[in-house]
């Protein structure tokens, strides 16, 4: 996996999809960009990461990439859902570019709403931890942007 011992980043670039909304129930709204590799081979867990809006802006994220267990088992669609820290706003439509820089956890199902919502909370706190080490200046350049929904390996 990859993350902050070898500068290792995945990044993934689309458009913001309208989801469930279950995560703004939650009280973790999400930022959906579908993923073209249906297989799971690269990247699947909750990671920190950075989002980059159209305009440039860059957000830092607790990112989930998978097929949301609690709710689907292993037959969800596959997706990246980015909760961006600290930011309030509509993103359906926009382009966004996630970047996962620490894997934190691998995925995995939860038998209650209230469990799940204990986990994302202590996703969030190590997001905030690891993206106050690693600013968004630091970030790798990308030559070129990926396709939408395809992930791309940098480092």
């Given at each position: 996996m990859a993350d902050e011992r070898d500068g290792t980043f995945f990044v993934v670039r689309g458009p913001v999809e309208p989801g469930d909304k279950r995560g703004r129930e939650l009280g973790f709204p999400t930022a959906n960009i579908a993923l073209r590799d249906q297989r799971g081979e690269l990247g699947d867990g909750v990671w920190a990461g950075w989002a980059?809006?159209?305009d440039g802006t860059r957000v830092a994220a607790a990112v989930s990439v998978g097929r949301r267990p609690t709710y689907y088992g292993a037959d969800g669609y596959r997706?990246?859902?980015?909760?961006?820290?600290d930011f309030e706003g509509d993103l359906y439509g926009e382009r966004l570019t996630v970047w996962l820089g620490k894997h934190l956890r691998?995925?995995?199902g939860f038998g209650s709403a209230q469990e799940l919502i204990d986990a994302l909370g202590?996703?969030?706190a190590a997001?905030?931890?690891?993206?106050?080490?690693?600013?968004a200046d630091t970030l790798p350049t990308l030559a070129e942007l990926p396709p939408d929904g395809e992930v791309q390996r940098l480092g």
């Amino acid at each position: 996996m990859a993350d902050e011992r070898d500068g290792t980043f995945f990044v993934v670039r689309g458009p913001v999809e309208p989801g469930d909304k279950r995560g703004r129930e939650l009280g973790f709204p999400t930022a959906n960009i579908a993923l073209r590799d249906q297989r799971g081979e690269l990247g699947d867990g909750v990671w920190a990461g950075w989002a980059e809006r159209a305009d440039g802006t860059r957000v830092a994220a607790a990112v989930s990439v998978g097929r949301r267990p609690t709710y689907y088992g292993a037959d969800g669609y596959r997706l990246v859902e980015a909760f961006l820290l600290d930011f309030e706003g509509d993103l359906y439509g926009e382009r966004l570019t996630v970047w996962l820089g620490k894997h934190l956890r691998e995925q995995q199902g939860f038998g209650s709403a209230q469990e799940l919502i204990d986990a994302l909370g202590r996703d969030v706190a190590a997001a905030r931890e690891w993206v106050a080490a690693h600013p968004a200046d630091t970030l790798p350049t990308l030559a070129e942007l990926p396709p939408d929904g395809e992930v791309q390996r940098l480092g």
